[in-house]
């Protein structure tokens, strides 16, 4: 494990790292689903994720942050995947938010941009991530708001999520 030096872990910090930020703090026009879209690299492989489940990706890429800050290096792959599916400035601009905002320290983003060490990493499935990831998807542990219409039962819920939290932070701030 990669001693990490003291990185930011506030949430809201990893957010505004994401390339989808202003995505997210956007209405969600079809104007705004084009400017996501061209942040994507359509000729790279297994862009189907960020094109058509822009909620599912950026649970994954602030899951992978999450667990990268915590040491675990098997998730470099992950994040190495998600980073492939954007245009290759996109990708600079958001590992450049990584290092610029102490998220990731420089030993893990050399790491993350090394070409060879991508094809060194094993794969091996692990139930209490797995189980992690999709809790976090469908019960919105990341606070987003999914404005668009929704097309999977996890996209309901954490919309569903996101609004509760939302009621109970106004009937907070009322009393």
Same mark, same amino acid.
């Given at each position: 494990? *990669?001693?990490?030096? #003291?990185?930011?872990?506030?949430? =809201?910090?990893?957010?505004?790292?994401?390339?989808?930020?202003?995505?997210?703090? =956007?209405? +969600?026009?079809?104007?705004?689903?084009?400017?996501?879209?061209?942040?994507?690299?359509?000729?790279? #492989? /297994?862009?189907?994720?960020?094109?058509?489940?822009?909620?599912?990706?950026?649970?994954?890429?602030? %899951? %992978?942050?999450? +667990?990268?800050?915590?040491? /675990?290096? %098997?998730? *470099?792959?992950?994040?190495?995947?998600?980073?492939?599916?954007?245009?290759?400035?996109?990708? /600079?601009?958001?590992?450049?938010?990584?290092?610029?905002?102490?998220?990731?320290?420089?030993?893990?983003?050399?790491?993350?941009? /090394?070409?060879?060490?991508?094809? =060194?990493?094993?794969?091996?499935?692990?139930?209490?991530?797995? %189980?992690? *990831?999709?809790?976090?998807?469908?019960?919105?542990?990341?606070?987003?708001?999914?404005?668009?219409?929704?097309?999977?039962?996890?996209?309901? =819920?954490?919309?569903?999520?996101?609004?509760?939290?939302?009621?109970?932070?106004?009937?907070?701030?009322?009393?």
């Amino acid at each position: 494990m *990669i001693n990490l030096q #003291k990185p930011i872990r506030s949430s =809201s910090i990893i957010a505004k790292s994401s390339p989808l930020f202003n995505y997210w703090e =956007s209405n +969600q026009t079809h104007q705004d689903q084009k400017k996501r879209l061209i942040k994507c690299d359509r000729s790279a #492989k /297994d862009t189907e994720l960020f094109i058509l489940e822009p909620y599912k990706w950026e649970v994954l890429y602030q %899951s %992978s942050i999450k +667990q990268l800050q915590g040491g /675990d290096m %098997s998730a *470099i792959k992950g994040f190495k995947i998600l980073l492939k599916m954007l245009k290759p400035q996109e990708q /600079d601009l958001t590992i450049k938010a990584l290092s610029e905002n102490n998220i990731l320290n420089e030993e893990l983003l050399v790491k993350v941009k /090394d070409e060879k060490s991508f094809t =060194s990493l094993e794969s091996k499935f692990n139930l209490r991530k797995f %189980s992690r *990831i999709l809790f976090a998807i469908f019960f919105n542990t990341y606070g987003i708001n999914i404005k668009t219409n929704k097309r999977n039962l996890y996209e309901y =819920s954490a919309h569903l999520i996101y609004k509760v939290k939302e009621i109970t932070a106004l009937s907070k701030t009322s009393r």
